[in-house]
């Protein structure tokens, strides 16, 4: 098998004694036939040209024209830099967006009273708990009271800003809050009513 092949091929044996012909130096790929010897050592000799331009103006570039050197250095992503090292390789850019928040279970009580009670407070509890050293904050929100928006005394919030919402001076009717919490990396809703009923 071996006088079969031409000289820019070479027979690789198989399992059976046979052989098949590969070409020793890759295939071209504008003629698709072997490269040879003399093909590869031409085409070796133009890389090696073209490379020697390239480094000689990219030279000439930096040391005679610095300012044109940043305008074209200046329009490369910094993640497409080749570094000239084997083992460099571009990274993707590190994303300026934070990851999404994680869902946090909140619980609240809702709350019922007769007048002439017209206090109560509403808690919230999350799952998961405080961490030590990490900190939720609250925010709790009336959704709607007696009256609606027109009324103009139906109650006062206290520690809007807390685990606890302490109302009073609650006039009889229905009220609705929501509260919001927020975690270092998570977020959670959740709403609760107060029914104030009226004196018997």
Excluded at 156 to 177: A, C, I, V
Aim: proline share 6%; aromatic share 4%; hydrophobic share 30%.
């Amino acid at each position: 098998m071996e006088s079969e092949c031409l000289p820019e091929e070479e027979c690789v044996p198989n399992a059976i004694g046979d052989g098949s012909c590969i070409c020793r130096f890759g295939i071209d790929s504008e003629s698709g036939r072997c490269i040879t010897s003399r093909d590869k050592s031409e085409k070796d000799e133009e890389n090696d040209l073209f490379d020697q331009n390239v480094e000689g103006s990219m030279l000439s570039l930096v040391t005679a024209h610095p300012e044109k050197l940043a305008n074209v250095l200046k329009d490369i992503p910094a993640n497409n830099i080749d570094l000239g090292s084997d083992d460099a390789k571009s990274e993707a850019p590190i994303s300026s967006s934070s990851p999404p928040l994680k869902n946090l279970e909140v619980t609240v009580v809702s709350k019922t009273v007769r007048l002439p009670e017209n206090e109560v407070t509403l808690s919230a509890f999350t799952i998961p708990t405080e961490k030590q050293g990490e900190h939720y904050t609250y925010e709790w929100n009336l959704l709607s009271r007696p009256g609606g928006n027109e009324a103009a005394d139906t109650g006062t919030m206290q520690d809007k800003n807390g685990p606890n919402l302490q109302l009073r001076h609650l006039k009889e009717g229905f009220y609705s809050f929501q509260v919001t919490v927020t975690g270092p990396d998570s977020i959670g809703k959740q709403v609760a009513n107060v029914t104030v009923l009226p004196r018997k």
